[in-house]
């Protein structure tokens, strides 16, 4: 009896030579891409969560400081979504009183719609909103 040996034309495992290559082939398109571009993805929706919430929080201080909603206040907070990326005309801010006497709790909303887009995946819509409360520091 003839000893076969290994990659001969008569070895068994031959025919499945290959194999392994076209699976990989045929995975990272298929799942590890949209699994790549889903990390992305989220990570931007992160990022527009923490630059909302940084501009509701200065927003807020900004109020606290003058007392009252103000074109100084929607300036604060539009300056901080430019910095971070963001255009401010998609942003919808509220600040809760309008004036506030010194003490008084000042609520400052700042909400945008973000959009989770993975290709082969689908699009989503994502509302983001950052919310701040502080008191006012003026006396009116």
Known sequence: MARLRLGSRLDPRRS??????????????????????GVVVFGQLEHTRLVVDAAAAAGARQAAVVGQDSATVR???ATELRDGGIDPARA??????????????????????ARASIPFLGTWPVPLKGEFVTRSEVTH
Do not use: F, Q
Not at 95 to 110: F, L, Y
């Open 92 to 113: 919808r801010v509220t600040v809760e009183p309008a004036v506030a006497d010194w003490g008084a709790p000042i609520r400052v909303t700042v909400a945008i719609d």
């Open 75 to 77: 300036e604060r907070i």
């Open 16 to 37: 499945e030579r290959g194999v392994a290559t076209v699976e990989a082939v045929l995975v990272v398109p298929l799942v590890l891409v949209p699994v790549l571009l």
